[in-house]
């Protein structure tokens, strides 16, 4: 018979999460620490989830401390995802950004929850159609994650039949990837235009540098309102005046902060609010 | 108004499978069981789309796609493959053949309506 979470093994489990990748887990959630940590618990012959808090709380257990946080951390993502905020970014944001960064100048995208690269990648086909509209500029694409496991998938950029089916359009099947039986793999030149890291949305955002246009999208859901507001704050801090933020849908920064103040008519689009003694005087950089 | 889609697929199973999906997003579904059958079907009245199978007897689906560009135009209906088949060669094909989008066997709702969105079918 399977022995219940224990209140001391939840808190155990639960606090890892939040403290190390912002994660909230509620009680109403613990089958979801049931089903993502099974894996684990055969892995390292132990009988539940209590048994697995245990060993978390011993010295010596940062592997598998990793493991945990990667295995709960959701992997979702394919290309092309909810089509509007491409569509906004290929129409819209490309040639403002363009207009803004004169020739031989450099400019950085972030995919900010990277997971197995489809964002990264979908952002970097655009870029390769709009070629002749970039001319010599330099822009960088950087994916980052804190799971490992989809982030050496999207460093090697090879996708099965099922996720190249899912939002890719033929024409761009056809065009960047090739046939690597039974998978399908993205063509080296869209794969040298995106790099992919490993990091820490709750880390110090600094090392990575400053980011133009930052897709982080279905990621603050999982953070708890804190949380959320320091991350989208040192986003900010790390974009210039002109920088665009895309979250996903069903997110907002409205009540979160004042640094991001969403683009008129375009939903899950933001743009920096530079001056902090007047940001709720003033609409983002963007607009107009 | 309700999408009028073609069906053409020598499987049955197949064919009951995408009409569940296609009815249950608002369309309105016929079928044919190989590319004679479909050319019979579209004489009589064209679908706004087709969702066709590669490997079928009588006719397959490359050779029901030319003939049916030859006799009705390029524009109209479209069309899109759904076949095992799964390698660039037959893409190729498919799409300089007049195919519109290209769905790789095995299918769900969520691949078969995702291609039928991106080509504009929906």
Partial sequence: ?????????????????????????????????????????????????????????????????????????????????????????????????????????????????????????????????????????????????????????????????????????????????????????????????????????????????????????NVLIYFDQPTKTRVLEAMAAQMPPDGLLYLGGAETVLGITSRFAPLPGERGVYGVVTAPAERQALAPAWVG | MARNCLVVDDSRIVRKVARRILEANGCAVSEAADGQQALDVCRAGLPDFILLDWNMPVMDGIAFLRALRGEFGADSPAVVFCTTENDMTHIEMAITSGAREYIMKPFDEEILMGKLGQAGLL
């Fill in chain 1, 1 to 217: 018979m399977t022995i219940p979470l224990s209140a001391t093994a939840f808190a155990t489990l639960a606090g890892l999460l939040k403290t190390r990748s912002g994660l909230i887990i509620g009680q109403d959630k613990v089958y979801l620490l049931e089903t993502r940590l099974v894996s684990i618990l055969r892995r390292e012959k132990l009988p539940d989830l209590n048994a697995l808090a245990d060993r978390l709380g011993r010295p010596g257990v940062e592997p598998l401390a990793r493991d945990v946080i990667d295995a709960m951390t959701t992997n979702e993502s394919f290309f092309f995802r909810d089509d509007k905020p491409f569509q906004h970014f290929r129409l819209q944001a490309l040639p403002r950004l363009l207009a803004a960064r004169p020739p031989g100048t450099s400019s950085r995208i972030w995919s900010a929850a990277a997971s197995s690269g489809q964002e990264a990648y979908s952002l970097a086909m655009i870029l390769a159609e709009s070629k002749a509209l970039i001319g010599d500029r330099k822009i960088e694409i950087v994916g980052t994650d804190i799971a490992r496991e989809p982030l050496a998938r999207a460093k090697e950029g090879q996708y099965t039949q099922f996720e190249v089916q899912r939002g890719l359009p033929v024409q761009m099947l056809m065009k960047y990837f090739k046939k690597e039986d039974p998978n399908w793999r993205i063509e080296a030149a869209i794969r040298q235009m995106a790099q992919f890291r490993e990091f820490n949305l709750l880390g110090d955002l600094r090392p990575l540098g400053r980011f133009d246009i930052v897709f982080c999208r």
